[in-house]
């Protein structure tokens, strides 16, 4: 089992949707990144988180530290999100160097 | 502001064939990693750097050799090439340890290779 799982692997939506994209982790953090990878491969950074709730325009980030999940939200989606969200995780015991990351949610915005 | 830049952006090599991919961060970070992304799982750590003169290595370091001469620069060496390492690598870049809360990253385009 991987210490990162992220659901769903893939979404579909229709532009002006909401997105839910979820991530549970099974290991002690002290931080919880959401990055974007669009395609042709770039990676940026979305949210660093490790309590309650963060914003960013339409983006909004959760976190419950007890249940040991998080959620990236998209409200009003548009074809221009559509990309790989990738959960990563650290700052455990022994890893304030390290990130595990998951798989990553494939999300297609349609018109 | 370039950020964290990565050369090349695609390399196919001959099995056996040495090769470096560059990273270089301008931002003055004193931490920079190497990641390979592979289908169907999550970014791996291959080795990792907290300043100049100090690496570590990740989850996955065999085949590869890092040095950090410089704050700016930390080059991924692939010492004999396999298939096996085909992927795509990325280095990233952050002003301390990524499992530190408010240290965001900094991630290169990425290098995708192919190792025939």
């Known amino acids: 089992k991987n210490e990162v799982e992220q659901s769903p692997q893939n979404l579909t939506a229709q532009e002006g949707e909401f997105i839910t994209i979820n991530c549970s982790y099974s290991v002690g953090i002290s931080a919880l990144h959401w990055l974007q990878q669009h395609p042709g491969g770039g990676i940026v950074s979305l949210f660093m988180?490790?309590?309650g709730k963060k914003k960013h325009g339409r983006l909004i980030a959760t976190i419950n530290i007890q249940e040991k999940h998080s959620s990236l939200h998209i409200t009003a989606s548009h074809p221009r999100d559509s990309a790989v969200y990738i959960c990563?995780?650290?700052?455990?015991?022994?890893?304030?160097?390290?990130?595990?990351f998951g798989t990553g949610t494939r999300l297609q915005v349609t018109l | 502001n370039a950020g964290v830049t990565q050369t090349p952006k695609f390399q196919v090599l001959k099995t056996g064939q040495s090769m470096t991919l560059q990273c270089a961060q301008d931002?003055?970070?004193?931490?920079m990693s190497w990641y390979r992304q592979d289908p169907g799982m999550g970014l791996r750590l291959i080795h990792y750097s907290v300043g100049a003169g100090i690496t570590d290595q990740g989850e996955v370091p065999n085949g590869y050799n890092v040095s950090r001469s410089t704050t700016e620069d930390f080059p991924l060496r692939l010492l004999s090439a396999a298939p096996s390492q085909t992927s795509v690598y990325f280095c990233a870049s952050s002003y301390s340890g990524l499992g530190v809360l408010s240290t965001e990253a900094f991630f290169g385009q990425g290098t995708r290779l192919t190792v025939v």
């Open positions: 990563a995780v650290g700052g455990g015991a022994g890893t304030a160097s390290k990130l595990t």
């Open positions: 931002m003055n970070h004193e931490y």
């Open positions: 988180l490790s309590s």
